[in-house]
């Protein structure tokens, strides 16, 4: 079986756990801040606060950005369920606006129609780690008095005009799932160029805690906390921590291994009768956590029957991008017409892809989908 995705992991990972585990920091401490620092300067931000996933660290973005009860917050339906649920956990209301066709990133104009009065912020989502035209949406929050958060769960090591996704950001929330470019297990990580946001998400990762657990365990004097406001137990392990120190060391080869397997997945699809690239625009270079091909209009089945085929040769896919208004968890939630989304969702598939995998599996994917063009043609 050709899985749809690996982590990278290796003796690095399991040493730098065990050594966390033998220094006695089991919670939040000293790895904490330090894959902190490395993804800061990765980025090329102020200040990256880690927390336990990136629904956590979405929900904090989304709480020092001033959203709550009887705001409006626009975003995708097409993206995994988190954003939504992120914005429902202030109290305020999901707005879903379309998304590009070609990009599967929000349409710049679909938000401005979609504002409103109480529209407070743009929760923007770098799809499958394809930035999305962030000089359009700045100008845009900028001009109408809104916040903008990225949703960057899948974009680290992804490029916007030349810069990392995360360090020009207000707000930037990554993930850490094993579904993603760099992981460790579970966790997030919010960049900020904000003292005062940073200072903040400190804070309310940890209880509202006035000083944190590694501040106190190592003082010379007896140090009695307080808790300043109402937060949340959103804290990263210095286990989990430390494994995410030895992938940011890997990030940089493992971009360039799924640029490689990109280009070639590319280069193939290029001929493939009704098998479409992804479109990727002059001012993006994708990190490609996911490789998605889209099914052409006349394409001779559907994107599931496509699916089964490359199953049944032993070839593991993704349907593409969700969407949240179809859902039952989502079913109080008033949604325009969103045919963009519906088509694109519908007709996209996530091929494998992961540093590990080799030339010789993607040719067997490449010949699975050249044989099943083949059967379909004879058809």
Known sequence: MIPITKPLLGPEEEEAAVAAIRSGWVTQGPKVAEFERAVADFCGAEHAIATSNCTTALHLALTVAGVGPGDEVICPSMSFIATCNAIRYTGATPVFAEVDQQTYNLDPDAVEASISPRTKAILVVHQIGLPADLNRFYDLAEDRGLKLIEDAACAIGSRYRGREIGGDAELAC?????????????????????????????????????????????????????????????RMTDIQAAMGVEQMKRLPGIVARRLELAARYTAHLRRHPWLRPPHIPEYAQPNFQSYSARLADDAPLSRDDLMQRLLDRGIATRRGIMLAHVEQACADLAAPPLPASEAASAASVLLPLYPQLTDGEQNQVLAALDEIAGERAAA
């Open 174 to 234: 990554f993930s850490f799932h094993p579904r993603k470019v760099v992981t460790t297990g579970e966790g997030g990580m919010i960049t900020t160029n904000n003292a005062e946001h940073a200072r903040r998400l400190r804070l309310l990762r940890q209880h509202g805690m006035s000083v944190s657990d590694a501040a106190r365990h190592s003082s010379s004097q007896v140090v009695i906390e307080n808790y300043e406001c109402l937060g949340h137990n959103y």
